[in-house]
């Protein structure tokens, strides 16, 4: 049980250059987030997906663009990188609409550098 | 954005002592959650708490969830070197989506 998987660990990219984060999640859960984390402050909300078909913006959705695959995988896209985006991207994923529980769980992180 | 209001930022303290962080916002909250995050790590979940007033222990780490449902707080006893990372505390709202808020965290230092 791997829990929640991010792919690539790191990456650099140039200024408007376009990539994709990938997340997995093998917990059967219904929710899924993308977060980045900055120096100095909490995780902010980038998009989020309620439950498999539906993906909502969180509080920083500029710049960003996100699939929801199927239960399991949520990906984040930049299509045009800027120096600003540079920041620690975590994946996470909770159960979601109905269940009583909301414990959110998280990935290991993917490092991204736009230069 | 909305966020938490954690406290303190940071923390040194001497292997052994007790440490106690909080958390306040001036929204109420349905769900709190304790998380601890080590460099190049996610974070980790450490403690839930889902009801008004509930207290509740991992180990040496317990949290409660405030009365009025704006606050809670977590405390470590006898801190050990391990110990040391980011501690985030964040709140759950029901509002027909399911999103948390973050606090900003509080950076925990153990000497040894």
Known sequence: ?115 | GQQLNQSPQSMFIQEGEDVSMNCTSSSIFNTWLWYKQEPGEGPVLLIALYKAGELTSNGRLTAQFGITRKDSFLNISASIPSDVGIYFCAGHIFSGTYKYIFGTGTRLKVLA
């Not at chain 1, 650099?12 to 402050?41: E, F, I």
């Not at chain 1, 909300?45 to 929801?68: C, F, H, Q």
């Not at chain 1, 994923?93 to 991204?112: A, D, I, K, M």
Request: proline share 5%; hydrophobic share 30%.
């Open chain 1, 1 to 115: 049980n791997a829990g929640v998987t991010q792919t690539p660990k790191f990456q650099v990219l140039k200024t408007g250059q376009s990539m994709t984060l990938q997340c997995a999640q093998d917990m059967n859960h219904n929710s899924m987030y993308w977060y980045r984390q900055d120096p100095g402050m909490g995780l902010r909300l980038i998009y989020y997906s309620a439950s498999e078909g539906t993906t909502d913006k969180g509080e920083v959705p500029n710049g960003y663009n996100v699939s929801r695959l199927n239960k399991r995988e949520f990906s984040l896209r930049l299509e045009s990188a800027a120096p600003s985006q540079t920041s620690v991207y975590f994946c996470a994923s909770s159960e979601g609409p109905g269940r009583s529980y909301n414990e959110q769980f998280f990935g290991p992180g993917t490092r991204l550098t736009v230069l």
